[in-house]
Each structure stands twice: as C-alpha cells, then as structure tokens.
C-alpha cells in the first residue's frame, strides 16, 4: 500500500505567487483532510471531504486558500495569493469514512518568500 | 481546543519501557482515546487508540483508567526510533466531534 501521496515535498515561491499543492489518498478511503503545522499553532485543520463533497471548511484561514476534490482518487490546496505567513508543512489525510482512524501523508513545506 | 492534557517532555532509555501519561478528566462516553506520533519532519503516524477496553498492538500498548480520565501508552521497549512527538487525543466516533484536535503533545527523548 503506498500510503497517502503528496506533492510537491518541498516548495519555495514567491509572495503573491499561486500554489498548488496535491494530494493523493489510499485508495477505497472516502474522506480527505488537509491540515496545517506551524510552530506558532501546532497542527490544525482547514478543511475535510467526504466522498468528494467538502463537510467543514470551517478552518480555511481566508478566501485566499481553496481546496477541491474532483475525484476519489485526487484533491488540491491551492493557494491565490500567497503570503509569507502560509509559509507551513502542509499535510494531507485520508480515512474509511470521516470518523474512523486517519492516516497522513508526508505533508509539503511551504515556503513564501 | 484539545481536551486532553499531556506534561511537555520525558525521557527514556534505549530497550527500557516508555510509559507515556494523558489526562482526558472530561472525556464523554462517546469518545475514543487515539494516540499519534510525529518523528521529526515527517506526518503524524496513527499509534493505536481505545475505548475504555486495554488496547495492544504490534507497536504499542494504551491502558486506560476504569473512569477514563487518563491513560498511559506504552512502548515496551523503546529504540532511538521512538523517539517524536506523541499527541494523546479524545475523539468522538459521530459528528463534529470526530475531528481530530492535536494539542501540544509530549516529547519523547529515547537515550542510548
């Protein structure tokens, strides 16, 4: 099982710049997560799927993040534009169903220069 | 707002059991006890997690108290490789309540 993908690992752009980050999860798991980690906030969640439909956005910071799913098997974070304080590790999860055990991805740095 | 309280760091030593400590004094009826680990610059790994039953697996052991204010994981034997970040985490199997909440978690240092 390969596990939950994303992409980039590592990105670097500058302020005011559009990002997308990617995000692949295990396949037959129904819902998504996308979480955020700074030092300052720890870890926290922007948004989770269900069966492709967003449930809780409720933690996206601002109209500058939006986050999609098109498919089972795809989701994007994107990022217009971005600022030097999104600079973060962005994390992706998936699971059976929302409320069973979620396993993450190896998350992308983010940094906005 | 986590609901679990956790002190900031410990240590161990290599081989020797870690026994990591959660306060969850008000944990409802409803709600799991889920334990993940974050060894540096990579995600958060599931650990294991229960209700109020003992719980073991290949990696680690949860005791949770008869009134399910607290609980211990335990890592039998402990390697350099434990050593991370372990977030203890209350969280309900229905509604708004099943997210998932990380607090500040508690360091484990595992010394040769």
């Known amino acids: 099982d390969a596990g939950v993908i994303q992409s980039p690992r590592h990105e670097v752009t500058e302020m005011g710049q559009e990002v997308t980050l990617r995000c692949k999860p295990i396949?037959?798991?129904?819902?998504l997560f996308w979480y955020r980690q700074t030092m300052m906030r720890g870890l926290e969640l922007l948004i989770y799927f269900n069966n492709n439909v967003p449930i809780d956005d409720s933690g996206m910071p601002e109209d500058r993040f939006s986050a999609k799913m098109p498919n089972a098997s795809f989701s994007t974070l994107k990022i217009q534009p971005s600022e030097p304080r999104d600079s973060a590790v962005y994390f992706c999860?998936?699971?059976?169903?929302?409320?069973?055990?979620?396993?993450f991805g190896p998350g992308t740095r983010l940094t906005v220069l | 707002d986590a609901k679990t309280t956790q002190p900031p760091s410990m240590d161990c030593a290599e081989g020797r059991a870690a026994n990591l400590p959660c306060n969850h004094s008000?944990?409802?009826?409803?709600?799991?006890v889920y334990w993940y680990r974050q060894i540096h610059s990579q995600g958060p790994q599931y650990i294991i997690h229960g209700l109020k039953n003992n719980e073991t697996n290949e990696m680690a052991s949860l005791i949770i108290t008869e009134d399910r204010k607290s609980s211990t994981l335990i890592l039998p034997h402990a390697t350099l490789r434990d050593t991370a970040v372990y977030y203890c985490i209350v969280r309900s199997n229905t509604g708004a309540n099943s997210k998932l909440t990380f607090g500040k978690g508690i360091t484990l240092s595992v010394r040769p």
């Open positions: 008000t944990i409802s009826g409803n709600e799991y």
């Open positions: 999860a998936s699971s059976l169903d929302h409320t069973d055990t979620q396993y």
């Open positions: 396949s037959g798991h129904n819902s």
